[in-house]
């Protein structure tokens, strides 16, 4: 009589959910579960043998990673990400010194809708400026945004802040001080941040 054995892992779904799958390069479904080792006699599992860690495997590819890929945010988490960043810096440099100005609060309005919120108004604006965080708040959010961009992509931050605190006249110290803990909290070094608010500043008009 002929015996066919082998060996397969079956899997058990624990969670499921959306991720950025480094295989695709996009968004995907993934499926994250614990798998078994079991011994296959004529194709059905007779005997458990060793416990296999558990992976996350993508829905489109089929490809298996560790869990610590769930860690990376997916395109849509980032989107909301950057944009509620760029709130918090124009709001903060509002708080800093131009909160009554026209000009400020108009260059406010047009970083948060070029962020991608479009029905952004002087209202939500006025919103905004009564709920402001703190600067630890702020401060969370920035660094953990820091680690999924690139150097260009956190000066492209800090120049946001620095042009609203421009647009009604040079820096305020209270302003330079936000600026510059906003790009320390980036990760970037007092050189790179003074070179971004010195573009910024070479780039108003007089």
């Known amino acids: 009589m002929v015996v ?3 060996v397969r892992t079956l899997r058990k779904v624990l969670d499921d959910g959306e991720f950025f799958c480094p295989e695709c390069g996009g968004d995907r479904r993934y499926q994250y579960g614990v798998g078994r080792r079991r011994l296959i006699v004529l194709g059905i599992p007779v005997l458990p043998l060793s416990r296999a860690t558990g992976s996350v495997e993508c829905g489109v590819c089929r490809v298996v990673f560790d869990r610590t890929v769930l860690e990376v945010p997916t395109g849509r988490r980032l989107t909301v990400l950057l944009r509620d960043v760029t709130r918090a810096l124009a709001i903060g440099a509002l708080v800093a010194g131009g909160e009554s100005s026209p000009a400020a609060r ?8 070029e ?8 209202e939500l604006l006025g919103a905004d400026l009564y709920a402001h965080i703190g ?3 702020a401060a969370e959010a920035l660094v953990a945004l ?6 260009e992509g956190r000066a ?4 946001v802040g620095a042009r609203v605190a421009l647009a009604d006249g040079p820096y305020r110290t209270l302003e330079l001080d936000m600026l510059l803990s906003a790009g320390a909290w980036l990760g970037l070094s007092r050189a790179e941040v003074d070179r971004v608010l010195d573009e910024a500043a070479g780039h108003m008009p007089l």
């Not at 962020?115 to 002087?122: F, H, I, M, N, S």
């Not at 492209?156 to 120049?159: D, G, P, Y």
């Open 135 to 137: 600067d630890d708040d």
């Open 146 to 151: 820091a680690d999924h961009l690139a150097p």
């Open 115 to 122: 962020a991608g919120v479009l029905a952004y108004t002087d």
């Open 106 to 113: 108009a260059a406010a309005i047009a970083a948060v809708r």
């Open 4 to 6: 066919i054995v082998g």
């Open 156 to 159: 492209r931050l800090v120049a």
